[in-house]
């Protein structure tokens, strides 16, 4: 088992990090050994990687910090790092290695303070490993301030230090660091290959697995979710009866209000399990007496996580409303389908009478609305419109089509 096994559908990534990892392997050697870097090296110091949700863009990152931290005894031979089964490339992959850092956020955004710290930590030279690598999987939630931060250990990095940083687009990222990194663009994996990922690696029926994959579109993470877990799918069912029931105006609100009641829900089962925890393990860092009373002076600490835990809260929920607005959109992609006649594959066939009764009731015309309306509300939601009021503006546009 490789590195890359886990790379779904990205043969030409694979075989383009593939051939970096076995140039930084070559230079790394040629400096330890005093010689001349070789010339014409594919390795650069700074890579971004882009691509729909699910396309597997911190897959990739991950499995090429793996390939280049590689101590496999092959690579003298001849052989590709990325082995999958030494240590180095074991402790990237589970996130333990001492020199690959990975930072995701549960936050809104990004701030200097985390970048700043991001930045002292690249000028250090590797611990253990062959390259100190770090992975920004959510570079697209970078402030502004904290992206000018980033752009100067971007524009002058530390001599074995490599940045992989990740977002959805191109126009995600700061211009004057995108400038800096070598471009790479995922594509949304087959849907047969998702599920035979989901059938190899999870051990999912085959049946499920096949309709889990067509239900999320080739996005491996929801896909993974929505096989698994009996919860996601009864929460993806109850989305796509809404298009059923916004006949009138009653319904229309009431369909937005318990959208927006799932959504809350599952925020508050995230911080039930993580919240708690966390709290309990600053009240103890901190010295907290018997009864629970805090030492003096800790007031502050303990406002800031509470503050965190809330921005945490909102993005959850946020993220649950775009995931229900996903499923949407691909509901109303398939009634257009079946109103145009296209022999496209159906991503939602286990209800294809729900899909047939909304085909029949309206015309391409109006579903090209719907969908608009839904594209809408999300644009709403990532303006930090109300979600209560962006969800009932869009239940009441499908009502009218």
Not at 4 to 25: P, S
Not at 125 to 145: F, H, K, M, N, Y
Not at 251 to 277: F, H, N, Y
Not at 374 to 387: E, G, K, T
Request: charged share 30%; with cysteine; proline share 4%.
């Amino acid at each position: 088992m490789s590195v890359w096994d886990d790379l779904v559908g990205q043969d030409r990534v694979q075989e383009q990090l593939g051939a970096a990892a076995q140039d930084a392997d070559a230079l790394v050697t040629a400096v330890s050994a005093g010689e001349e870097v070789p010339p014409g090296s594919r390795m650069t110091h700074a890579w971004l990687f882009t691509g729909p949700p699910g396309s597997g863009r911190s897959t990739a990152a991950r499995a090429f910090a793996a390939a280049l931290q590689c101590t496999s005894p092959d690579r003298a031979l001849g052989g590709a790092p990325g082995c999958g089964f030494c240590d180095g490339c074991h402790t990237s992959l589970v996130g333990t290695h001492a020199d690959v850092e990975v930072v995701r956020t549960d936050l809104l955004s990004i701030g200097v303070r985390e970048t700043r710290e991001l930045v002292r930590r690249a000028q250090l030279s590797p611990a253990v490993g062959r390259w100190q690598v770090i992975i920004l999987e959510d570079a697209d939630r970078l402030t502004e301030g904290a992206g000018n931060v980033l752009l100067k250990a971007v524009e002058e990095p530390a001599p074995r230090t490599v940045w992989l940083l990740c977002a959805p687009s191109l126009e995600d990222v700061l211009p004057t660091i995108r400038s800096r990194c070598r471009h790479l663009t995922l594509r949304t994996p087959p849907v047969d290959a998702v599920a035979d990922v989901l059938i190899r690696r999870d051990g999912i029926d085959p049946e499920r697995a096949a309709s889990a994959a067509r239900a999320t579109q080739g996005h491996i993470g929801r896909a993974r979710r929505l096989a698994t877990d009996e919860k996601a799918r009864a929460r993806r069912a109850a989305v796509l009866k809404l298009p059923l029931r916004v006949d009138d105006i009653g319904g229309c609100l009431k369909a937005a209000q318990e959208l927006i009641d799932t959504a809350a829900d599952d925020a508050k089962q995230v911080a039930e399990e993580v919240d708690v925890k966390e709290t309990e393990d600053m009240k103890a860092a901190l010295g907290a007496v018997a009864g629970g009373r805090m030492p003096r002076g800790t007031a502050g600490v303990m406002k800031e996580l509470e503050d965190k835990q809330k921005r945490r809260k909102t993005r959850t929920q946020r993220d649950s409303l775009d995931l229900a607005l996903t499923d949407l959109t691909g509901f109303y992609r398939d009634v257009l389908a079946l109103q145009l006649g296209s022999q496209t594959a159906l991503s939602n066939g286990d209800v294809r009478d729900s899909l047939d009764r909304i085909a029949r009731s309206s015309t391409p015309e109006r579903t090209l609305r719907r969908i608009e309306a839904v594209i809408a509300c999300r644009r709403a939601l990532d303006r930090n419109v109300a979600p209560l009021l962006a969800v009932e503006a869009m239940t009441m546009a499908l009502r009218a089509g």
